[in-house]
Nanobody, 117 residues
Framework: QVQLVESGGGLVQAGGSLRLSCAAS????????MGWYRQAPGKQRELVAT????????NYAESVKGRFTISRDNAENTVFLQMNSLKPEDTAVYYC??????????WGRGTLVTVSS
């Protein structure tokens, strides 16, 4: 099994930056793809960004393109989400996600990001 622990959330003013981290442990050799999702109050969970195991392929939601960057450090088993030019509408709980080579999904507990206007 894979365990995921997010960190780095907090309160920031609009226009500011935050960096989220997700540390993976357990059966990390089974992980194919990792990513970040978010869920705002009263809304469904949505994709933010994903990255393949080798880090060669990334995918972003249109709403964050040009502002957020996903990266991973395989040596440290950690995935990062650098968030710049934050907007109030980015306020949400951000969840780390891992997908195995057999399509099994694992979720972290989430970290809250609040952007004030």
């Amino acid at each position: 099994q894979v365990q995921l622990v997010e960190s780095g959330g907090g309160l920031v003013q609009a226009g500011g930056s935050l960096r989220l981290s997700c540390a993976a442990s357990g059966s990390i050799f089974t992980i194919n793809r990792m990513g970040w999702y978010r869920q705002a109050p009263g809304k469904q969970r949505e994709l933010v960004a994903t990255i393949t195991r080798g880090g060669g392929r990334t995918n972003y939601a249109e709403s964050v393109k040009g502002r957020f960057t996903i990266s991973r450090d395989n040596a440290e088993n950690t995935v990062f989400l650098q968030m710049n030019s934050l907007k109030p509408e980015d306020t949400a709980v951000y969840y780390c996600n891992a997908v195995s080579f057999t399509a099994t999904m694992t979720w972290g507990r989430g970290t809250l990001v609040t952007v004030s206007s």
